[in-house]
């Protein structure tokens, strides 16, 4: 079997300080799990900028589309702020969503217990919770046309078109689908199918999708606005929820929170799977360059560590090793270890960047 590769994209700001954590933990699979990959790292952002004029080489590019796996940390940075909005350190970013036509973007909420009090609703409705969302990402009101401000009337009106075809609900929806195969095999579907003609398409779509490839998976539907009322009511009847852009959006950052940290948070954008199989695929932190604290050894690399995990579980099928690794972040959140963001007044051991990086790996050497 061919080792599989992974291209590495640091970034700006704390993404290369998080990253050089997330490779402590490669390495360690690579010893002591006989699970090696062919690491590349380039640039991405701001770093490809200053050295190539661009936010993403077209080089670069060529690479992620070779890969099994694209790890990326974070871009952007107070300097870039000025610059042409063409070259924009984010621009790399969208470049790879949308040349390799990443479709479905994965968002998990998960509540380590060690953190549950760090969240704004009561322990007992996050503790243990573990939630997935599934927003589609490249379609929607955000690309629909015709869209702009013109005149009408004698005023300005501001125009934006939610639309969807088949194709595009149906690839997001066996997506969602393949996904609670492998957790607990249960999707909610969200929208609006009760005052928009896409929402009723999307019910429909999501539902043949259902009946004709994935009976056995539970599927229930509800409204997006009761959606966002059930996610903080009682998150944990959820498995994994399939929306569209707009909705994903919003209902993702609403998940996202009711597990406290931004330094917390992984995900994945997943495409059409590749010859080998495998689907193509970019894991990233949820959170950005945090210039703030960039270089100071503050930047909690958890959710890049965790965004790892996700490649193990979604790209090459290592399921088991995932779960060590987010047992091995359990462990060292449950010994009290904390970055600058995870204190909170129970108090807790302040650790680095580096000190984090490797009690995980600690953890992870103690679970064999
Ligand atoms: P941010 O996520 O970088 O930071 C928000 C706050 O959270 C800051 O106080 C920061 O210190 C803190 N924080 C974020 N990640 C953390 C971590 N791992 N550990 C500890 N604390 C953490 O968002 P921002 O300040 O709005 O944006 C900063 C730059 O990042 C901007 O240039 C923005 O465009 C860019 N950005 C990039 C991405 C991305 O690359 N995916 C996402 C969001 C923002």
Redesign the pocket.
């Known amino acids: 079997m061919t080792t599989p590769s992974l291209l590495i994209l640091p970034?700006d700001?704390?993404g290369a300080e998080?990253m050089t954590e997330v490779r402590k933990v490669i390495d360690w699979f690579g010893a002591k799990r006989d699970l090696a990959f062919d690491v590349t790292e380039d640039l991405v952002g701001g770093a490809a900028y200053d050295k190539h004029g661009v936010p993403l080489s077209d080089a670069t590019m060529a690479k992620a589309q070779e890969v099994d796996a694209i790890l990326l940390g974070?871009?952007?940075?107070p300097q870039y702020d000025d610059l042409d909005f063409s070259v924009k350190p984010?621009r790399g970013?969208l470049r790879l969503r949308k040349e390799m036509d990443l479709y479905a973007n994965l968002r998990p909420a998960q509540c380590f217990d060690a953190l549950a009090d760090f969240s704004s609703l009561k322990r007992d409705v996050v503790a243990g919770l573990d939630i997935m969302i599934v927003r589609e990402l490249t379609s929607g009101i955000y690309f629909g046309e015709p869209r702009g401000i013109f005149e009408e009337n004698g005023e300005r009106v501001g125009l934006n078109t939610q639309r969807y075809t088949e194709s595009e609900i149906r690839r997001v929806a066996r997506s969602a689908f393949e996904l609670a195969k492998r957790r607990n095999n249960k999707v909610c579907s969200m929208e609006k199918a009760n005052v928009m003609e896409s929402g009723i398409l999307w019910r429909g779509v999501v539902s043949e999708v259902h009946e004709n490839e994935y009976p056995e998976v539970e599927l229930s539907h509800m409204y997006a606005d009761a959606g966002g009322m059930q996610l903080c009511r009682w998150p944990k009847q959820f498995d994994v929820i399939v929306t569209d852009n707009l909705f994903g959006d919003l209902l993702s950052d609403v998940a996202a929170m009711l597990t406290g940290s931004?330094?917390m948070l992984p995900s994945a954008s997943l495409g059409a799977p590749m010859e080998n199989g495998r689907p193509k695929a970019m894991y990233?932190?949820v959170?950005?360059?945090?210039?703030?604290?960039a270089g100071q050894g503050?930047?909690?690399p958890i959710?890049c560590i965790l965004s790892f995990a996700m490649a193990l579980r979604y790209s090459f099928d290592e399921g088991t090793e995932a779960d060590r690794l987010e047992a091995a972040v359990e462990k060292v959140l449950a010994d009290g270890l904390r970055?600058?963001?995870l204190m909170g007044p129970e108090g807790g051991t302040p650790v680095s960047t580096s000190e984090m990086g490797d009690a995980i790996v600690a953890a992870l050497t103690s679970s064999l």
């Open positions: 970034g700001g704390i998080v974070a871009v952007g940075g984010e970013l931004l330094g990233e932190p959170h950005g360059s945090a210039p703030d604290i503050k930047a909690n959710a970055t600058g963001d």
